[in-house]
């Protein structure tokens, strides 16, 4: 038998993306909520029962109450695109090329949390550092970031495509998380293994997808005073080669006269770049997503399949 799989929130951005990406699948059976009752729990909770795995694109709140559905005596498999369950230890965090063996435990998980998109750049850019020794656990990370639109959801793709919206945004591009605590700190913090509070300052852009994560570094405050070539080769040896997070070879990245965030919009992939002078002891290290895509229902569906190679 063909394992159902059910997405509790197909009709958001993040749903509507994940169906796209099954479509040609036919070694699944993808089974849909009437529209009229997507809201309802009673509906909800035999959809969600009769799952092998469920995808959970929805609101936090939604996201628990989901959970809540499944009740003790369920088996279906979650997972769960919110910040719900990110930082809970109950949970396997959905980075498959996190750190050695994240992909095995994704695959043999029960409850999957999916990261967050702008948390999928930075931390693939600083976790490897870290775990080499180069970047202390106490450095002052922060990180900047744009974001295409659509990381807002129905409501910011409505704001910023609408006009007349009576919420509308005009701004070609605009800062927020002004207060510094935004919901995706803890997240960068526990799974960058960093013992200080990271600064995230995140931004959108008028681009519907795709994004651009920045952590700038000085190398005379690093373990060792690194080289960029040795920040470029701890990250090549977190990654290897010709899989989903690519290095991009140092001097092919300082030949590029920009950096475009939109670059591999509809991929479920993420380019990482060393940027600097050698000897001029700063580093950029940058990541390029989609948002939706290794950010968000890319990294879903590459969970799902991990889940999938042990399924019963
Ligand atoms: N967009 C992005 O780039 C990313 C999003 N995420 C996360 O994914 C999740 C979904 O986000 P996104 O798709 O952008 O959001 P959207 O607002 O586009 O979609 C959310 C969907 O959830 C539905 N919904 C809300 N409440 C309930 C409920 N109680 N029961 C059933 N359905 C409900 C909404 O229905 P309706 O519209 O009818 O109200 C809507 O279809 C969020 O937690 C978000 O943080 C994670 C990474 C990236
Ligand atoms: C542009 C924008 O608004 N982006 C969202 C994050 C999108 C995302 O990563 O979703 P999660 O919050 O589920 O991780 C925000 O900053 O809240």
């Known amino acids: ?16 993306q994940i169906r796209a990406r099954l479509a040609g699948r036919d070694d699944l059976d993808l089974v849909s909520i009437p529209v009229e009752r997507r809201k309802d729990p009673a509906a909800r909770a035999d959809f969600l029962k009769g799952a092998d795995i469920a995808i959970l694109c929805l609101p936090d709140a939604a996201s628990r109450e989901a959970v809540a559905l499944l009740g003790n005596d369920s088996t279906t498999r979650v997972i769960d695109t919110s910040t719900a369950y990110r930082v809970d230890p109950g949970w396997a965090y959905g980075f498959a090329e996190l750190t ?38 106490d450095y002052p990370v922060t990180v900047n970031a744009v974001s295409g639109y659509s990381g807002g959801g129905k409501q910011m793709i409505a704001q910023m495509e609408d ?4 919420d509308a945004i005009t701004a070609p591009h605009f800062l927020y998380g002004l207060a510094l605590s935004h919901k995706h700190v ?7 293994k960093l013992s200080r509070k990271p600064i995230f300052s995140p931004s959108v852009g008028r681009f519907a997808q795709g ?22 080769a701890a ?20 030949a590029l006269p920009r950096v ?9 992939r993420m380019k990482l770049f060393v940027f600097g002078t050698e000897g001029g002891g700063q580093a950029n290290l940058v990541a390029v997503l ?21 399924a019963a």
């Open 186 to 192: 803890p997240e960068l913090q526990t799974h960058g």
């Open 1 to 16: 038998m063909k394992p159902k799989i059910f997405i509790d929130g197909e009709h958001g951005t993040t749903g509507l």
């Open 100 to 137: 050695e063996g994240q992909a095995d435990k994704i695959a043999q998980a029960r409850f999957v949390a999916n990261p967050g998109c702008y948390p999928t750049g930075a931390i693939g850019l600083i976790r490897p550092l870290v775990e080499a020794g180069i970047l202390p656990t």
């Open 211 to 232: 994004m651009l994560v920045q952590v700038p570094l000085f190398l005379g405050d690093l373990n060792g005073n690194p080289s960029l070539a040795d920040l470029h």
């Open 235 to 254: 990250l090549s040896k977190s990654y290897g080669h010709a899989g989903v997070v690519e290095v991009v070879p140092y001097a092919d990245g300082m």
């Open 163 to 166: 006009p007349h919206a009576p």
């Open 290 to 310: 989609d948002n939706l895509g290794k950010g968000a229902s890319g990294a879903a569906v590459q969970n799902m399949d991990l889940m999938l190679r042990t």
């Open 260 to 268: 475009d965030p939109t670059e591999l919009n509809d991929t479920n």
